[in-house]
């Protein structure tokens, strides 16, 4: 029986090879190089074609296990196997709060993980092998789509004591879109939010546009304004329109204003989320953003020489 072959999203994938934007891709030679074996590139390239006919496995699992060297050898890097479906959600249940110890805060916590951009900062820091937790509306698609690697959480972030629990390990908080932060209580023990703002979009758009953006407006008004009074190092990128290109391939502007008519590739408005985790304000950051003609190799000295602008 003649199988098909799954076709991978063009961002990732060119011509049989994984692409990454060139962050992503800085860290995967690394972890290749810091390997104590070379793997064969032709045979782990037959790792990511699956038959129609053959259990397939998760699309994020299939990018890991070319990283990786394939399922056989993740152990070489600590990463755990693959948690089926049932034993997963057995595991989980009845689980209480009580049940959880103190850790070290050590892990990020991505709301809204299971929209577009929320992935992507997700998939980033599984490249990263940053400790993630995400907060999602299905627990068991994501499990089937990032297993081991992310620890999901679904759940209403209003609540208290399911927000303690979400919040256990957590050092930093990337929120991709609106909303979160407005509607939780307390975040005590997170040391960083970094939130990506439409704000900037929706005060520039006028007309039908602005009738159409005026609750998403209010949300990201009321976010932005409830993280800067919560007393918790923040950084607030103002993106211009969100696009659906490709990451990597152009340079960025920063100037007061642009954000209102420029625009910002998706996937670099994921990567610099990911790169403001190193970069912590003493009490918070806010810049605007669009694709523009500025180079930057840096992002931690682009990072600080912006906050040091704001100081003036």
């Known amino acids: 029986m003649a199988g098909t072959t799954t076709v991978f999203p063009r961002t990732l994938f060119c011509q049989n090879s994984l692409v990454f934007s060139p962050s992503q891709k800085n860290s995967c030679t690394k972890l290749a190089k810091d390997s104590s074996f070379v793997f064969d590139i032709e045979e782990k390239r037959r790792c990511l074609i699956r038959c129609s006919a053959k259990k397939k496995i998760s699309f994020v699992d299939q990018i890991l296990d070319y990283i990786e060297g394939g399922p056989k050898l993740r152990k070489w890097y600590g990463a755990p196997d693959l948690i089926p479906k049932d034993e997963f959600d057995e595991e989980d249940q009845g689980k209480d709060e009580d049940e959880y110890p103190d850790e070290v805060r050590d892990a990020v916590f991505v709301t809204d993980g299971d929209s577009e951009i929320g992935q992507m900062v997700i998939l980033s820091l599984i490249v990263k092998r940053t400790r993630i937790k995400a907060l999602v509306k ?50 005590k023990g997170v040391k960083h939010v970094i939130l990506l703002s439409q704000l900037s979009v929706y005060r520039g758009s006028g007309g039908v546009q602005a009738l159409m953006s005026g609750n998403a407006r209010k949300l990201a008004e009321k976010d932005e304004s409830t993280l800067m009074a919560s007393g918790i190092p923040y950084t607030i990128i103002r993106a211009g329109v969100l696009q659906n290109t490709p990451g990597g391939k152009q340079g960025f502007k920063f100037e007061e204003g642009c954000a ?20 912590i304000p003493q009490k918070g950051l806010i810049f605007e953003v669009v694709n523009g003609d500025e180079k930057v190799s840096d992002w931690k000295e682009c990072l600080t020489r912006l906050m040091e602008k704001k100081e003036q």
């Open 138 to 187: 299905d627990k068991r698609n994501a499990m089937e789509s990032f297993g081991n690697y992310v620890e999901s959480m679904a759940g209403d972030a209003s609540d208290k004591k399911f927000l303690k629990k979400a919040l256990q390990g957590v050092r930093s908080i990337v929120c991709p879109k609106e909303g979160f932060i407005a509607n939780v209580g307390s975040l």
């Open 260 to 279: 209102a008519s420029g625009s910002l590739s998706k996937e670099d408005a994921a990567s610099i989320c990911v790169e403001a985790l190193e970069t």
